[in-house]
């Protein structure tokens, strides 16, 4: 089993900055991969980016490249996810999530976190 706890979300002013941590804990993760998705009401989940817990390598959607960045702390078994110049179509809940390959389709993903609130004002 895996537990996953979020944190950091809050209410911020378009282009302002955020940083969501997500802790991980109940097995070994370096053969796994964390994920950041998001979701408003009435749309699917929608994925945000995605780390390799052992390689460091990371993919991100377009939509967010440039803005929002990805990173763990392998001693801390915590993922980051660094949100800068937000928007307000960035309002959403923010989950994170174990998976064993990176994939932008929330269903390769086993395990997730209880979310976070984003809400970006204009």
């Known amino acids: 089993q895996v537990q996953l706890v979020e944190s950091g979300g809050g209410l911020v002013q378009a282009g302002g900055s955020l940083r969501l941590s997500c802790a991980a804990s109940g097995r070994t993760f370096s053969s796994l991969v964390m994920g950041w998705f998001r979701q408003t009401p009435g749309k699917e989940r929608e994925f945000v980016t995605a780390i390799s817990w052992s390689s460091g390598s990371t993919h991100t959607a377009d939509s967010v490249k440039g803005r929002f960045t990805i990173s763990r702390d392998n001693a ?25 390959i990176i994939s932008m389709d929330y269903r390769s993903y086993d395990y997730w976190g209880q979310g976070t609130q984003v809400t970006v004002s204009s």
């Open 76 to 100: 801390k078994n915590t993922v980051y996810l660094q949100m800068n110049s937000l928007k307000p179509e960035d309002t959403a809940v923010y989950y994170c999530a174990v998976g064993r």
